[in-house]
């Protein structure tokens, strides 16, 4: 099996693991011959093994042009090596985040535990003691794509990204896959138990719950109160409406005792940005203090030409 097969074999894998990766989110690289074969925009990783998924890009032009700060690299779309790719592919957004990163194999997942840790105002210090003996890095909340890529410090394995998820990095894949699975077990979180819910409330024309835990009071009032990560954005909109506040027919509705109520014509990525919710706030305690994006950034993320690519395709539905 071939590099660039073993990483298809992988990314399906993870994308099939809602813990994990969420719809079209997270990312895959390895380097080869030249060449960085990344995951394309808007696609699915879980597919990875059902059609292409990966595109190939050109390593020493594009690094050339990184270095000479050319605005081209904020797509990569000028770097595809159309020779090698399906016909249609375009980089992911992290393309250069992949290609800065020295290692051959470098996976970005949406990791449910990390991600319930990286939310919070005291992350770091909490990190600093669960993540002792890996060599990781926390990387402040910045936009996706070549913003990310500019605060990146090659030198580490593991990168916590702040409202965002984890980036590994090894020369091999089987390391890269053992330090999601070290991250995920030294990070996990218990979830908290919902009490029973008033049945009656949540009986609500054109909608049905999403897969995923119910809630208890505090995490719908957390849940509500912000947006966490740049996917919830793009795929549900800023927060979330509660049972007490829903105005007209938003996508999601959280109600406690309950899991998220999901419109009933949510295309699949929303449908798993509901579920991806109720993982991440099940495991927050009634005590922790999340860190909200700021209106700055979510205009940054919705006013973006490369996320409203993606959110144009049909495959990210
Ligand atoms: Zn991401």
């Known amino acids: 099996m071939n590099d660039l097969e073993a ?5 399906a894998k993870l994308g099939s ?16 011959d030249g060449v960085l074969w990344v995951k394309a925009s808007g696609r699915w990783l879980a597919k990875a093994l059902d059609e292409p998924v990966f595109v190939a890009v050109d390593m020493p032009r594009l690094m050339r042009a990184l270095a ?13 090596r159309d020779d090698l790719s399906a016909p249609g592919l375009r980089p992911s957004v992290e393309t250069t985040l992949h290609a800065g990163l020295p290692q051959r194999f470098v996976l970005h997942v949406h990791c449910v535990e990390t991600i319930s840790h990286a939310i919070l105002v005291d992350a770091p210090t909490r990190l600093t003691a669960r993540l002792e003996g890996l060599n990781w890095r926390w990387a402040p909340y910045i936009r996706p794509g070549l913003p990310l890529f500019r605060t990146i410090t090659p030198g580490a394995d593991i990168y916590i990204l702040q409202n965002h998820g984890l980036v590994v990095a090894a020369d091999t894949l ?5 330090l999601i699975e070290t991250v995920g077990r030294r990070l996990a979180r218990p979830i908290h138990a919902a009490p029973n819910g008033d049945q009656r409330r949540v009986e609500r024309a054109g909608y049905h719950f999403a897969d995923g835990p119910a ?13 966490y990560y740049p996917d919830h954005l793009v795929f549900l909109g800023s927060g979330a409406a509660t049972i007490d506040n829903a ?12 899991p ?4 009933d014509d949510l295309t699949p990525a929303p449908l798993a ?13 009634a005590d922790d203090r999340p860190r909200y994006f700021t209106a700055r950034e979510e205009y940054d993320l919705t006013h973006w030409d490369a996320e409203i690519y993606r959110q144009s395709l049909p495959a990210s539905e």
């Open 7 to 11: 990483l298809a074999r992988v990314s």
């Open 17 to 32: 693991n809602r813990l994990l990766v969420q719809a079209a989110g997270g990312n895959t690289s390895v380097k080869a």
């Open 68 to 80: 000479a700060n050319d605005p081209a690299c904020e797509t990569c779309d000028a770097f595809v």
């Open 174 to 178: 089987e390391a890269a896959v053992g």
């Open 215 to 227: 809630l208890a009071p505090h995490a719908v009032r957390l849940a509500a109160a912000g947006t």
């Open 247 to 258: 105005v007209g027919s938003p996508p999601v509705i959280l109600a406690p005792g309950f």
């Open 260 to 263: 998220p109520l999901a419109r």
């Open 273 to 285: 940005m509901a579920g991806c919710l109720a993982d991440v706030a099940a495991r927050l305690a």
